[in-house]
């Protein structure tokens, strides 16, 4: 399993992903270009010392992310406000890549079209969107209750 940022441009929600990625034991790939440098200060604090427990993959932009993911084989899920299905009825694969998009802009039509598949979490009518690494744990923690069933077992 792994998460995906499309030109993530909040450093907080970062952080706060890859945290989630260090202690579920996902690796974490950043689509570039990212809206602030890796190494802000913010970014760090909301990672606190976690990010040296996750593997973190950088790509310079969407056409080499691309080009990685043909030799890798993986499904691209994204995750949008315009999905057609709900994410808790999807079925995932232990090598599904989870992708999100800017938190302003989302991703363009051109990646949405790459995706293998477009999944929504329903939100109540008058509401927008949920905050990125929210919506990232729930997806992941979904997509690893159904590939890892022995999950609970990590928890002493």
């Not at 890798?72 to 999100?100: Q, S």
């Not at 363009?108 to 990125?132: E, F, G, H, K, T």
């Amino acid at each position: 399993m792994r998460i995906a940022l499309f030109q993530p441009d909040i450093p907080q929600n970062t952080g706060t992903i890859l945290r989630l990625c260090a202690c579920l034991g996902v690796e974490a790939h950043i689509i570039e270009p990212a809206g602030f440098p890796v190494s802000d200060r913010h970014f760090r604090r909301a990672g606190m010392d976690y990010l040296d427990q996750v593997t973190i993959v950088r790509h310079d932009s969407w056409l080499k992310f691309e080009q990685w993911r043909a030799g890798d084989g993986g499904r691209l899920v994204l995750f949008t406000t315009r999905g057609a299905l709900p994410y808790l009825d999807h079925r995932y694969a232990a090598t599904d890549i989870l992708l999100f998009g800017r938190e302003s802009a989302g991703v363009p039509d051109a990646v949405a079209a790459a995706a293998d598949a477009r999944l929504v979490i329903p939100l109540r009518p008058a509401l927008r969107s949920l905050n990125v690494a929210m919506a990232a744990a729930m997806a992941v923690g979904e997509a690893l209750r159904q590939t890892e069933p022995a999950l609970t077992e990590r928890i002493p």
